[in-house]
């Protein structure tokens, strides 16, 4: 059976996307802790360390680190890296930065506690509506 949960946050960047879900408890920062050139968490310490960031739904508190990070996303998505969508409980300048410049769907001011990893998600940044699908 699938169920859904739908979240309410604040619109950031406009833009309707559906993917799996990769969640972290801990910020990200995009400068020195994503490889530009795979994607890929490089941050030893970090509870996604080893993940390709390329095509989920990016759900994390905030970010962290130096406003180069808003460019390093912006690489990322021109080199088909970046995640579909980014969630944050609450929105960092860098990586609203990075997601307006990036045309990354993106919404902040959501309860990132109640999504887990491999849950369907479906962004709707223009709304800031998040429906969670479970089950599928």
């Known amino acids: 059976m ?11 960047v406009p833009g309707k ?5 990769l969640v972290s408890t801990k910020p990200i920062s995009f400068l020195g802790g994503i490889d530009v050139n795979t994607g890929t968490i490089i941050e030893r310490d970090h509870d996604l360390y080893g993940k390709s960031i390329k095509d989920v739904i990016l759900c994390f508190p905030h970010g962290r680190g130096s406003t180069v990070g808003s ?15 980014i969630i944050n ?16 769907p993106m919404v902040d001011k959501i309860n990132i506690e109640m ?7 479906e962004v709707e940044g223009e709304e800031g509506i998040v429906r ?3 089950g599928e």
């Open 132 to 134: 969670v699908f479970r």
């Open 71 to 85: 460019f390093v996303l912006y690489r990322l998505a021109k080199s088909g890296l970046a995640p579909k969508a």
């Open 115 to 121: 999504i887990t990893n491999g849950d369907v998600i």
């Open 89 to 104: 409980s609450i929105a960092d300048p860098v990586v609203v930065v990075g997601a307006i410049i990036a045309n990354i």
């Open 17 to 21: 996307v559906r993917g799996t879900a």
């Open 2 to 12: 699938i169920s859904a949960l739908t979240l309410k946050g604040r619109p950031i």
